[in-house]
């Protein structure tokens, strides 16, 4: 997983690398976790581009940073997900509470 964090726009931006089954969902929370706490964006952005395959504990993931991320009063959003990926989310009713952005639009912060 790479991430990319930028000062001035308060944007943490997760590229996820790896599928997200159990084993690569607790490496990539920890270190989710990490920079989040660091950094304390007023947005979080996971891409999802590389990810062809999710289960449950890449559901638990997501929901996990968008409960830490509301604590610092920021947002979270999920963005190049695939279509198998979005069924997922649907079915969990993630997309209820967490928006698919289409890009990255990186805006300044006054």
Do not use: C, W
Request: charged share 35%; net charge positive.
């Amino acid at each position: 997983m790479r991430v990319n964090h930028f000062i001035e726009d308060k944007l943490l931006l997760f590229e996820i690398t790896e599928e997200l089954d159990h084993h690569a969902s607790e490496i990539i929370r920890k270190r989710a976790d990490y920079e989040i706490q660091r950094f304390m964006p007023k947005r979080v952005v996971f891409d999802f581009k590389r990810v062809s395959f999710m289960d449950s504990a890449g559901i638990g993931l997501i929901i996990g940073r968008y409960k830490q991320t509301n604590l610092y009063g920021g947002k979270l959003e999920i963005m190049n997900v695939n279509e198998k990926i979005k069924r997922v989310f649907e079915m969990a009713g993630i997309l209820k509470i967490i928006p698919i952005i289409d890009e990255l639009k990186i805006e300044k912060i006054s």
